[in-house]
């Protein structure tokens, strides 16, 4: 089993309409979640962190945690054009005295007019 | 406040030779974690320094190694080159553990 699992796409949603990016993974442990937008050729940008169990929103974004599930997403509300991009999750695996960050593979985001 | 700050941007170099990538993290963070990204793999994690001591490590083979200054500035050493090393290697600076990373540009490393 993978640390942290994305579908890759890629995923199809009209420009206006809601985006919306699923990921698990696998270290009950994990304190730390993040989401990354990644534009082809250039490093990973930061979207959103999340802690705690719940809803965070963020403008246009919310990141949603499960510990229980072992799951955490992003949802992209207005989606634009520019949205289109591979987004990452990403979760800093324990223990937590150290920085581990592990990425999922992506998943491939596709906004069309 | 700078940014995470990687050189070279681009190489290219031969099988069997080393290369050594350097990265200057956000100023007063402690933390730096590099990785490795090829189409294939995706984002694979290579180790993490953290006042100069090498706190975590990846699954990839000891060719593979890197230190951290004194003043947190990292590099990242490849030894005897492969073919297969051909990716884009990227830096990222964290201020203290289970807080977000932030990229360098990236080096994009060729292998001929």
């Not at chain 2, 975590?56 to 590099?75: A, I, M, T």
Request: proline share 5%.
């Amino acid at each position: 089993q993978k640390e942290v699992e994305q579908n890759s796409g890629p995923l199809s949603v009209p420009e206006g309409a809601i985006a919306s990016l699923n990921c698990t993974y696998s270290d009950r442990g994990s304190q730390s979640f993040f989401w990354y937008r990644q534009y082809s050729g250039k490093s990973p940008e930061l979207i959103m962190s999340i802690y705690s169990n719940g809803d965070k929103e963020d403008g246009r974004f919310t990141a949603q945690l499960n510990k229980a599930s072992q799951y955490v997403s992003l949802l992209i509300r207005d989606s634009q054009p520019s949205d289109s991009a591979t987004y990452l999750c990403a979760v800093n695996m324990p223990p937590s005295s150290a920085s581990k960050i592990i990425f999922g593979s992506g998943t491939r985001l596709s906004i069309r007019p | 406040k700078a940014g995470v700050t990687q050189t070279p941007r681009y190489l290219i170099k031969t099988r069997g030779q080393q290369v050594t990538l350097s990265c200057s993290p956000i100023s007063g963070h402690r933390s730096v974690s590099w990785y490795q990204q090829t189409p294939g793999q995706g984002l694979q994690f290579l180790f993490e320094y953290f006042s100069e001591t090498q706190r975590n490590k990846g699954n990839f083979p000891g060719r593979f190694s890197g230190r951290q200054f004194s003043n947190s500035r990292s590099e990242m050493n490849v030894s005897t080159l492969e073919l297969g090393d051909s990716a884009l290697y990227l830096c990222a600076s964290t201020l203290t553990v289970n807080t977000e990373a932030f990229f360098g540009q990236g080096t994009r490393l060729t292998v001929v």
